[in-house]
Structures are given as structure tokens and as C-alpha cells.
């Protein structure tokens, strides 16, 4: 039984030490091959994606691409003359094959000052190692790169409007829900003061006080109102009768609340009515001057004049 444990154990080993490799650049920086990739070795002039990181002498890390904005394998050129002289890091990296993962030592001064060209930061002893690791992911030519991007593109594009669209109905859920719930609400106001209104599709509740004449306001007309606005309690948050000058706008362009595009495009010159607008069509969530959140809103209104 002895012999057969020490046989296992050094099988493992055995194992362990034919999945490392060691090698050796010019300029004699030693990188541990972690793991074999598929080993084509790099060819000039093609675009590398490599994910990488690197920690300092204590192990902490500084920086990691998996944890980077774009969360990507870096894309780097290779361009065997100019990685030459650029530093250790590209010298460790160019006797690595694609697909290898590996680990090297090198300074913080090479690291930062000679491969990044920025001064090595106060954190740092400029003269400490720096552990990096870095698997090249893939090999592309130029072509073939840029066709990669455009794919990535249109995924992420594709993805965006996905969540785009689920975000959008899962608002237009919650805002039926609202609109539901506030006219339950405005239902048993008018109900309590035996009011008895119409309802639009959209769940504005409106009684028409006093005919007008003509044809009603339409998407387009320059509108002037008169109004008296309160919140369902009676409190009055704003008033053009107060003011002594009605109110002008462009009905239909989105310059006043939903709720009131679509009541005022109910009546016609010179006709009065009280509007109830659930908070989806006012302001929302958003609170606005003395009007808080969420707020169902009551207008007492009067169309002046149509032009």
C-alpha cells in the first residue's frame, strides 16, 4: 500500500512538472509556461489578444483586464521590430505561443517607465518586482481583426437593444400598474363627491363643466388656458387665474405633461372642464416645485382661444 501511495505521488509530480515549461528570453528574464496553448508561434504584424494582469511585490494586484471597463482581452499588435525595444514585458511575451498562459518577474521601473512609458507610481518601490501573468487568446491578421470587431459590435448592439426592450416593458408594466392604481384612487375621490366623469383610453378622468364652440383643439394649434391646478387633496400648487394671464402653448408638441396634451385636445374654444391625470401622465416620479412625487393631479381648465 506504501509503495503504491509513493508511486501516486510521484506520478503527480511528474505530472505537474511536465505541464510547466521554462523559458528563457535574450536578455535572460525567465518565463514559467503555466500552460500550453495550441503553440503557433507569433507572426509578425498581426493583432494579439492577450488577457493579463500584474500584482506587486506583496501580491496585491494593479491592474487586471478581466476587471478593466471593457472586460476584454487587451488587442495588441505585434510588430517583431518594434517589440524588440520596448521593454521586458514585450520581451517576455514574444517567446510565448498563442494560446499559452504564463507568468514573468520584471521591475516596476522596466515595467512602467521603459514598456509604459509613465512614471512608476508612488505605491511602488521602482526598483520591486512586478509579478505578471498573461494568456495570448488569439492570433488575427487585420482583416480578420477588424471582422472580429464588427461582430463584437453588432453583439453588444444587439444585446443593448434586448435590454433596451426588456427595460421598456418592464416600464410600461410598472406604469400600467400605476396608471391602474391611481385610478382607483381617482375613482373613489369622484366617488365620495358623487362626481361622475368620462375616462379616456389612457386613464385621464374628466368632466366637461361647460360647452364650448366649434371644433376641438388639435396636435399643432397654438392653445391659450386658463387653469387652476391642485393636487387631489385641494392643495394648489399653481393658478393662471392668480397669475391674470392665461397659459399659451403648442398642443401636441410635448411642451406641457402628457395628461395635459391629451385633456385640452378634449375641448374646444370656450369650453371648461376638470381634469384627472394619474402621476404617469404628470410628473412621475419626479417632483416638481411644491408638487411631490407620484402625484395624481386635479386641473380646473378653460380653452381661451384656439389659433
Known amino acids: 500500500m506504501k509503495y503504491n501511495a509513493l508511486l501516486a505521488v510521484l506520478a503527480i509530480s511528474m505530472l505537474s512538472i511536465a505541464c510547466s515549461e521554462e523559458r528563457t528570453t535574450e536578455s535572460g528574464i525567465k518565463v514559467n509556461i503555466i500552460e500550453k496553448g495550441e503553440g503557433t508561434a507569433l507572426k509578425d504584424s498581426t493583432i494579439l489578444r492577450i488577457n493579463m494582469k500584474y500584482l506587486n511585490s506583496k501580491g496585491n494586484e494593479q491592474w487586471n483586464s478581466a476587471k478593466a471597463a471593457a472586460g476584454e482581452p487587451v488587442p495588441l499588435q505585434y510588430i517583431k521590430e ?19 498562459s504564463a507568468s514573468f518577474e520584471i521591475t516596476a521601473k522596466d515595467l512602467y517607465e521603459t514598456t509604459f512609458k509613465t512614471g512608476v507610481p508612488d505605491s511602488l518601490d521602482s526598483g520591486s518586482n512586478v509579478t505578471f501573468y498573461a494568456k495570448i487568446v488569439s492570433m488575427m491578421n487585420t482583416e480578420e481583426f477588424q471582422a472580429f470587431q464588427k461582430e463584437e459590435y453588432e453583439k453588444v448592439q444587439e444585446k443593448r ?65 386658463h387653469y387652476n391646478g391642485t393636487l387631489l387633496d385641494g392643495t394648489k400648487f399653481d393658478s393662471s387665474y392668480d397669475r391674470g394671464s392665461p397659459f399659451g402653448f403648442t398642443l401636441g408638441q410635448g411642451r406641457v405633461i402628457m395628461g395635459w396634451d391629451e385633456g385640452i385636445a378634449l375641448l374646444n374654444k370656450g369650453a371648461k372642464a376638470t381634469l384627472y391625470i394619474p402621476s404617469t401622465l404628470a410628473y412621475g416620479e419626479r417632483a416638481t416645485g411644491s408638487i411631490p412625487a407620484n402625484s395624481i393631479l386635479k386641473f380646473d381648465v378653460e380653452l381661451v382661444d384656439i389659433k
Do not use: C, H
Open 82 to 100: 518594434v517589440w524588440g525595444t520596448s521593454g521586458t514585458m514585450y520581451e517576455a511575451l514574444e517567446v510565448m505561443n498563442v494560446g499559452d
Open 161 to 225: 437593444k434586448v435590454e433596451m426592450a426588456a427595460a421598456q416593458a418592464k416600464k410600461l408594466e410598472e406604469s400600467a400598474e400605476i396608471i391602474k392604481k391611481d385610478g382607483e384612487t381617482i375613482d373613489q375621490f369622484l366617488a365620495e363627491q358623487n362626481i361622475t366623469p368620462q375616462t379616456t383610453e389612457s386613464g385621464i378622468r374628466y368632466v366637461i363643466t361647460q360647452e364650448g364652440e366649434g371644433d376641438n383643439a388639435k396636435s399643432g394649434d397654438q392653445v391659450s388656458v
